[in-house]
């Protein structure tokens, strides 16, 4: 399970375990990145300059998952740990009752560099890390969602938009190839901060990014043969607030090029998508 | 299943396994000359076994044949 065969010879001051568990933190992605991604960058970040003294290996689940990539920083030199995660702040973690979250930052040199002994900074003060929410990340994805990838030229098309609260549900049909963003005032903005579908029947759909915080892409094959598709998305609470079934479209060529772009983009951005 | 501590540990001591361990699972005491792990608390997470400086831990069903006795020698600290 070792991320590289050597031991250090000397006590090393920092350990690095990263949860690589392809059943939960490993498979899913924070900010464009997953476990290997963040192991292989941890790896970079320590360098040979303090590859003595940090060590870096991978593990199982190693419990507190926040549906992205899950690394604890211990300090041996101190006896203090840091669980780093796609949360910030506070939650209770089975067995090991109520933690305290740091988002893990874009730039993992910090990481290393926050926690020896030279250079620490108080484990309490590492939360004020926290950056927004990626939307960045998510107009690139639904966009792509909308208008297809280079080597798929064809959207999502034909889908059904679902809304809910906890007193109703509305079921929108809409086409993905409409989207459009645009700023806080309604005017269009290839950068802004709201994604609108014109829906079948001249009706819009508004979707605010920043409140979406997770998004996932689900396949499946049906009781009757037929496969189906959706996108849904949650938000800070974990609540699913916006999602997008696939209809079938009329023109039956388009269909299997759908069906290779949903699973690329399944393929680039990993199932569960953290933002 | 649950992960053992075997030979190499003994007079050594380091407690790397100690420190990553998430669920605290990893014991001893001054008059033990080993750390052992409560089977019954272990989350098989395998963080300890790649920081051991002494390649004392392994998955129980990996225990190398000449450290076999360990498990139980691991079992049995926590049936007392
Ligand atoms: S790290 Fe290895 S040597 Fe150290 S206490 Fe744990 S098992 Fe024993
Ligand atoms: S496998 Fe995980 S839970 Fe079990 S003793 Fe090792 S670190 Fe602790």
Redesign the interface.
């Known amino acids: 399970?070792?991320?590289s065969d050597t031991?250090?010879?000397a006590?090393p001051d920092v350990?690095i375990?990263v949860?690589t568990d392809e059943s939960g933190c490993g498979r899913w992605y924070h900010r464009g990145r997953n476990a290997d991604t963040i192991l292989s960058q941890l790896n970079d970040a320590v360098g040979d300059d303090t590859a003595e003294r940090v060590?870096v290996?991978?593990?199982?689940?190693?419990?507190?998952c926040t549906y992205g990539p899950r690394f604890?920083v211990?300090r041996?030199w101190s006896?203090e740990k840091a669980l780093y995660g796609s949360i910030c702040g506070e939650a209770t973690v089975t067995?090991?009752g109520r933690v305290n979250f740091v988002p893990i930052p874009d730039h993992l040199e910090q990481v290393v560099k926050d926690h020896l002994p030279e250079s620490a900074q108080p484990i309490a003060e590492l939360n004020a890390q926290d950056g927004p929410p990626d939307i960045d990340l998510l107009r690139s994805l639904l966009l792509d969602c909308s208008a297809g990838m280079a080597d798929h030229p064809i959207g999502l098309g034909e889908a059904v938009v679902m809304v809910h609260n906890a007193a109703a549900t509305v079921s929108i049909p809409a086409t993905l190839d409409d989207m459009q963003f645009v700023d806080g005032s309604g005017n269009p903005d290839t950068g802004g901060g709201i994604a609108v579908l014109t829906t079948d029947g001249d009706g819009r759909v508004a979707l605010q990014l920043s409140r979406v915080r997770r998004l996932e892409f689900i396949h499946r094959v049906l009781g009757n043969g037929m496969p189906s598709y959706a996108i849904w998305m949650g938000d800070d609470q974990l609540e699913t607030v916006y999602r997008i079934y696939l209809r079938r479209s009329e023109n039956a060529a388009a269909n299997p090029k759908r069906h290779q772009l949903f699973m690329t983009l399944t393929e680039k951005y990993g199932s569960t998508v953290t933002f | 299943m649950t992960y053992i501590i075997t030979e190499p540990c003994v007079g050594v001591k380091d407690a790397a396994c100690v420190d990553v361990c998430p669920v605290d699972c990893i014991y001893t005491t001054d008059d033990d000359d080993m750390f052992f792990i409560s089977p019954d608390e272990c989350i098989d997470c395998a963080a300890c076994e790649p920081v051991c400086p002494v390649t004392a831990i392994f998955a129980e069903e990996a225990v190398p044949a000449m450290y076999e006795e360990y498990i139980k020698i691991n079992y049995d600290y926590f049936d007392k």
């Open positions: 399970m070792s991320a031991r250090p010879a006590r350990n375990v949860c060590q290996t991978t593990a199982g689940c190693i419990l507190g604890d211990v041996r006896d067995r090991r």
